[in-house]
């Protein structure tokens, strides 16, 4: 279709405006129309999409409509569109230019359907449909873009390139035992820092190994200094030790030089002065305590011979027995006053209103004897009435009075009840008997008769001999059954009988009969029951009288004649008789027991006058007394002791005095001794003393340490005995100085010899080791294992990604040489205008939408998003003319609104230079408003042809 | 023709790698380090005693008697204490240095060995050999001064052509450049065979050989293998040469430890057990024909595998774990190290090319690569914890791991192929 004319009658605000002007066409290319803002540009483009292909809202005039006409060519033939107004709706119809009427859809039968949708998306546009892409939803587009096949036949290659992406994954994840290559790197370098430490190590224990012989020559040589410095050490501490002995050497040898006489003191000489000096000490000690005991001993006795009392123990204890005596007598007097005492006064307490009380008693007694005679008569009465009552029962039969008034009541009524029952039951019985009986006897006077007249017509003459028979059995039946009933041998039905209780109640009253004679026998009994029950009852009643009675009179005796009173006022009264009977024999009894008193304090009396010399006043009480006696007991007692005391005291005197006369010998003979031996080193015995027993033997220890000392070092030192006595003489401070000095050098060189030692042992145990274990090879072969590990996992890793590699390569190669037709021109079209910067445009799936993709010069593809605003434009404006120069494409006009002003001027020329080579076959409308755009085509150098819009009014 | 008046008997070893760090993948077993930890010195050990139990007269080791410069103390000590065992035998041993103990580098410890130890120095030097006060031979031999050692040290022995004696020579050196062995005193035949020994013993090269038979010029293997590579595996052990009026030899298998590869086909294999029964028959072969006290086997499996064996061997250290599980029930002296696949399954991209239009791409893709190793020199691993672990990985001896190769490309096509036939089967 070319568009050769347009008038537009009436479009928005366009009205009466014919295009070009009369006389003109609109070229068959590239047309331009250029017009300033607000010319109406876009209501002549969308007066041509709305001509062509009415909106359904515009049919119905609900909007603006497009009223005019369009010229237009197609297939050489001429045809005129018009759109008119008929009524209030719009009609339009297309004309031949010979007058024929078609249609449009006769003419392009692919826009028949969604026709207007496919013009406004694909053929008419500005910049803002430019960019309705297919990832917006554009179908119509999208149709047209994607609707060839892709891809070829068979499996999904994305499904194998997700299988790849998966062992990829699998492959840097790790091995199957979760190793990852980075874990295996980390293991490789901790692995060599091992071995670089082992190797360290080694090279150590190399120089340790090639040191082993000097260390063991050190380790024995030292070892031999150290066993001579410790030898020598050794003897300068023995010397050490012996200094103290030589100092105390020197000193006695001084001493003895000082005492001339002491040597060759003879030791046990020493120890026998020292005995015999101890021992003289020890008697003269022990006679002088003899001495001082021996005094001590008389002056206790005259003590004790100047406290002694001399009284007469018999008479003491004669006068304490007596006292004795009458203080136990005295203490029964003194009780028995108590108990006379006490008595007395509860006798008069309740004598006097015991006797007043009973003699109250009795007089009320007297007083009310008529009302006793009274009571007493009515009891006898009473016990009468009981006996008669108990004839009563027995007569009945009845033991006691077992049952209660309420229960006996409670049987009458429920026996009434039964009678009353069984006595309906029998008069029914009798009635029904009656008339049953009377209807009976009437039928079989019937049937008796008929039976009779029967026979007797049966006799006549032509009639069978059974009938005669017949009616005279049946006049005999009933003549039988009414004789039956007669004489009663026929039963009767009895209602009572269908009762349930009716065989329990029977059975309890013992009845034998059954039917109407059995019933009547049943309310006898129950009559009989009846009356008995009556009877009893009367007698509860009694009885409960009576016990009224009893339990009366019973109260009133006691209540009123006071009986319980009388008998324990007459019981207290005998109490107090017999205790006042008692104390007048406790009151005899005290009188004897105050005799008895006198005369044995007489007889006291009289003792202790004798005992003590009437010295004693006796006119105090026997407490007092008694306790003189006490006291005079006492004395008796110390002078026994006194004695006693007396006479061991003689005889510790008598011993002591032996022992005195021993101690003084003793002494004597010890003196002797002593004074034989000091004389010899002409000392006096009165002078001898300790200090010149520890002269003694600090002689004879001097004497025996010079030897010791002497021996010791010719023992110890033997053949060097001179020199250690020249040691000896040299000093004790030089020695230590010598010590020292010898210890440090031991010391040092027990360092050198622990430290050789542990140098050599540290070998030896490096090499003990290094037989059994080896943590090098262990190091390596662990390395190397890794590294296999690392390679296997490597290999891996390349094979999946060399096939990923070459799969992709095979899809991309697949895709582009199977794109669609569309897109391979888009591609022409997009390189042409992009001057080769983009090389491909791809349909590619993006997630799972089909999408578009651009291959960029590096052979990147980008998805069109990714694009610039103005390059994407640029990529869409390709695909829509690779759509319409397709070779199956309907040659629709195309309308470009402005749709180059955001690419640069080298795309701009590009995109002029080929829309002018698209319109050879397709006519193109560019509108423009810019004089740039304008001159861009001029200086793109393309030919066109232009039409200018003046602004509207 | 040697015609000598003195018989005698020596013992030619090298590569003793004494303190040796094994190979293995200890963390999947535990016991295989175990078993590792001592192989290297019980394997010298077991040499001096067959030394002794064979009276022979001397012993002559071929460089790298230690497996590192620091020479394990250890190692030191154990081998002063089998030489001192040897001097009570009257055996002499003769030692040369290589490449991984070089004698200027060396951590020896000067340490007095005994006098039957004779040590070669940087220069070539010659001990008499004489039995019973008679010199019946000669021994020449140098060690390496520093580890990398690019002089053609053969042509620096002297020539002893026309010698009445027995003429021995000891290096350690690349002789014919093995590609497998670090080119260090690269030398020919030729240089050798010019020199006029009667006898090169040689050392450097793991795997023995026997590079002339007149003279003789014999690598003898290193005495214990170390790893599972393939010039470790098998029997290891030392040269027993003995020298009359002829001159025999033969290989003594002393190795505690022998590692060897089971390789099990799995094409026509229908279910896990018959893959793992077919393992256990394998190794218990293996255990009757090795002699030695353990053995340590690596699984490979190769092979195409029906669908159900190669999901089953996806997780292939699950399956690794029950082998190990069961060969340890059936002979404790049997040691799954570990095991490895290069299974193919039973259908190629190319035959599952229907299921998508992408896998002709991707075959195509694939074909791409395997042309160019350039595209593979430009992949690099993303570093996935973001921490640079990859670039560190990089620095502790794992740079050339991190390197994309061919066999990187071959397990990436079957790591493709499996995923679209388990999509298929999906």
């Known amino acids: 279709m070319k568009i050769t004319s347009l008038f537009i009658q009436e479009y928005g605000s366009i009205q009466n405006r014919r295009m070009p002007d009369s006389g003109y066409e609109f070229g068959h290319h590239l047309n331009l129309i250029f017009g300033p803002n607000e010319a109406g540009k876009s209501q002549i483009k969308g007066f041509v999409e709305d001509i062509l292909f009415p909106k359904p809202s515009s049919r119905s005039g609900s909007t603006s409509k497009a009223i005019g006409e369009i010229a237009f060519e197609e297939g050489g033939a001429n045809f005129l569109l018009e759109s008119r107004m008929k009524g209030k709706s719009v009609s339009s119809r297309l004309v031949t230019s010979s007058g024929d009427q078609t249609t449009l859809d006769e003419l392009f039968p692919a826009l028949k359907k969604e026709g207007r949708e496919i013009f406004a998306n694909l053929y008419s546009f500005g910049l803002d449909q430019l960019l309705y892409s297919t990832t917006v939803g554009n179908r119509a587009l999208s149709e047209h873009l994607f609707g060839a096949v892709v891809g070829g036949k068979g499996i999904s290659i994305s499904s194998i390139q997700n299988h790849l992406d998966d062992r990829i994954r699998k492959a840097v994840g790790g091995t199957a035992r979760g190793r990852t290559l980075e874990v295996i790197y980390n293991d490789l370098v901790q692995c060599k820092k091992e071995i670089d430490r082992q190797i360290q190590l080694e090279l150590s224990l190399a120089d340790k190994l090639r040191s082993k012989k000097v260390t063991s020559e050190l380790i024995d040589r030292l070892e031999q200094q150290l066993r001579s410095r410790k030898e020598q050490f050794h003897f300068l501490e023995m010397i050490q030790s012996r200094f103290d002995h030589y100092h105390r050497y020197v000193e006695y040898r001084e001493f003895l030089n000082d005492h001339p006489k002491l040597v060759g003191l003879n030791p046990d000489i020493i120890n026998e002065l020292e005995t015999d000096l101890i021992q003289l000490k020890t008697t003269r000690s022990n006679a002088a305590s003899i001495e001082r005991e021996m005094r001590e001993s008389e002056a206790t006795k005259s003590k004790l011979a100047g406290e002694m009392s001399g009284l007469d123990p018999i008479k003491v204890e004669a006068a304490r027995a007596e006292v004795d005596d009458l203080q136990g007598v005295s203490e029964k007097i003194s009780k028995l006053s108590q108990d006379i005492e006490s008595a007395s006064e509860t006798i008069g307490n309740v004598l006097d209103p015991s006797r007043g009380r009973v003699f109250e008693l009795v007089s009320g007694i007297d007083q009310d004897s008529f009302i006793l005679d009274n009571e007493l008569a009515r009891l006898s009465d009473v016990r009468s009435d009981i006996r008669s009552l108990e004839q009563k029962l027995s007569s009945l039969g009845v033991e006691a009075l077992d049952l209660r008034k309420d229960q006996l009541e409670a049987r009458a009524v429920e026996v009434g009840k039964s009678l009353e029952l069984y006595k309906t039951y029998l008069s029914t019985a009798a009635q029904s008997s009656k008339q049953e009986s009377r209807l009976l006897v009437a039928l079989a006077l019937v049937v008796c008769f008929l039976g009779a007249v029967g026979f007797i017509l049966s006799l006549g003459r032509g009639q069978p001999v059974e009938y005669k028979y017949i009616s005279l059995s049946v006049a005999i039946l009933a003549a039988g059954l009414l004789v039956g009933r007669l004489s009663k041998r026929v039963p009767l039905r009895d209602e009572s009988q269908d009762r349930p209780d009716f065989k329990e109640e029977s059975n309890r009253l013992g009845v034998q009969a059954s039917g109407s004679a059995g019933l009547a026998e049943m309310v006898t009994k129950l009559d009989r029951e009846q009356s008995r029950i009556s009877q009893l009852i009367g007698l509860s009643n009694e009885w409960e009288q009576l016990k009224s009675k009893l339990k009366s009179l019973d109260s009133n005796l006691d209540t009123e004649c006071g009986f319980s009173a009388i008998k324990d006022a007459v019981s207290n009264l005998a109490g107090v008789l017999r205790l006042a009977k008692d104390r007048d024999q406790q009151i005899a009894q005290l009188g004897q027991l105050q005799n008895r008193f006198n005369s044995g304090f007489e007889e006291l009396c009289t003792l202790l006058s004798d005992i003590s010399g009437g010295q004693l006043d006796l006119t105090c009480s026997l407490a007092i007394i008694s306790a003189s006696v006490s006291e005079l007991v006492n004395k008796v007692e110390s002078d026994k002791v006194y004695q006693n005391q007396l006479a061991s005291l003689d005889g510790d005197l008598s011993r002591l005095n032996t022992k005195l006369g021993l101690a003084r010998q003793d002494v004597d003979d010890l003196r002797v001794r002593i004074s034989k031996i000091v004389h010899k080193f002409d000392w006096s015995i009165d002078d001898f003393d300790t200090g010149h027993l520890k002269l003694l033997r600090e002689c004879f220890e001097a004497h025996r340490q010079k030897e010791t000392f002497e021996n010791d070092i010719e023992e110890l030192f033997r053949a060097r005995a001179d020199t250690a006595m020249s040691l000896f003489s040299r000093g004790e401070l030089e020695l230590d100085n010598s010590l020292k000095e010898l210890d440090e050098i031991i010391s040092a060189t027990e360092n050198q010899l622990s430290d050789a030692r542990k140098s050599l042992l540290e070998v030896e145990y490096h090499e003990k080791r290094l037989q059994n274990e080896n943590p090098m090879i262990d190091l390596q072969a662990r390395k190397e294992s890794l590294l296999l590990e690392a390679e296997g996992l490597l290999a891996t890793l390349k094979s999946d990604l060399l096939a990923k590699e070459l799969l992709n390569a095979a899809n991309r190669r697949f895709e582009e040489v199977h794109q669609p037709e569309l897109m391979q021109l888009t591609s022409l079209i997009f390189s042409r205008i992009t001057n080769g910067r983009y090389q491909l445009v791809l349909k590619k799936k993006f997630g799972d939408k089909d999408s578009i993709y651009v291959r960029n010069q590096r052979g990147e593809d980008l998805l069109d998003l990714q694009l610039s605003r103005g390059t994407r434009e640029q990529l869409y404006l390709s695909i829509r003319l690779a759509l319409i120069t397709r070779p199956d494409s309907i040659h629709l006009p195309f309308f470009l609104d402005d749709v180059m002003v955001n690419a640069d001027p080298e795309r701009s020329y590009g995109l002029a230079r080929e829309l002018e080579y698209i319109s050879r076959d397709n006519q193109i409308f560019y509108f423009c408003a810019r004089p740039d755009s304008l001159k861009m085509f001029e200086e793109a150098g393309v030919v066109f042809q232009l039409y200018q819009l003046e602004r509207l009014p | ?426």
Not at chain 2, 106 to 134: Q, R, Y
Not at chain 2, 219 to 245: I, T
Not at chain 2, 248 to 274: M, N, Y
Request: aromatic share 6%; with cysteine.
């Open chain 2, 1 to 426: 023709m040697i015609s000598k008046s003195v018989d005698f008997k020596f013992i030619h070893c090298s590569d003793l790698h004494l303190d040796s760090p094994f190979r293995v993948h200890s963390s999947f077993n535990s016991d295989v380090a175990l078993i590792l930890h001592d192989a290297a010195v019980d394997s010298f050990s077991a040499l001096c005693e067959f030394a002794i139990d064979e009276y022979v007269d001397f012993i002559v080791i071929s460089g790298d008697v230690y497996d590192g410069i620091e020479r394990g103390l250890r190692a030191q000590l154990r081998l002063l204490r089998e030489i001192s065992k040897l001097s009570v035998s009257g055996i002499d041993v003769y030692m040369a240095f290589g490449n991984h103990d070089p004698l200027s580098q060396g951590g020896e410890i000067a340490m007095n060995w005994p006098s039957n130890l004779h040590i070669f120095p940087v220069e070539p030097c010659t001990f008499p050999l004489e039995k019973d006060g008679e010199l019946y031979g000669n021994i020449t031999g140098i060690s390496y001064r520093t580890k990398h050692e690019q002089r053609n040290l053969a042509q620096l022995f002297p020539d002893v052509s026309g010698s009445a004696l027995f003429e021995m020579a000891a290096l350690h050196a690349n002789v014919g450049g093995n590609i497998e062995h670090d080119n260090y005193s690269p030398a020919t035949l030729e240089d050798l065979v010019s020199k006029g020994y009667d006898y090169w013993a040689l050392g450097h090269i793991h795997k023995r050989a026997v590079l002339s038979e007149s003279p003789l010029i014999i690598y003898p293997g290193n005495l214990q293998g170390l790893h599972m590579k393939p010039s470790e595996r098998g029997p290891k052990g030392a040269e027993l040469v003995a020298v009359g009026s002829e001159v025999s030899h033969r290989f003594i298998p002393l190795a505690r430890v022998v590692f060897e590869q089971i390789e099990v086909d799995l094409t026509g294999v229908e279910s896990v057990d018959l893959l793992l029964a077919e393992c256990g028959e394998k190794a218990s072969a293996l255990v009757a024909n090795s002699g030695a006290a353990s053995l340590v086997v690596r699984v490979h499996l190769v092979g195409v595998a029906n669908e159900d064996i190669y999901r089953a061997i996806d997780d292939l250290d699950s399956v690794a774990q029950t082998l190990a599980e069961e060969l340890q029930l059936n002979d404790s002296n049997v040691l799954l190290e570990g095991m490895s696949s290069s299974v193919m399954p039973s259908r190629t991209l190319d035959d599952l090319a229907g299921l998508s239009d992408v896998i002709g791409e991707l075959v195509a893709e694939i074909e791409k690569w395997s042309q160019s190793d350039s595209m593979l020199d430009r992949m690099m691993i993303d570093d996935p914890s973001k921490k640079g672990i990859i670039s560190k990985l990089g620095r502790v001896g794992l740079a050339e791991s991190l390197k994309f190769d061919q066999a990187d490309l071959e397990a990436a096509r079957r790591v493709l192929t499996t995923l679209f036939a388990k999509e298929e089967l999906s």
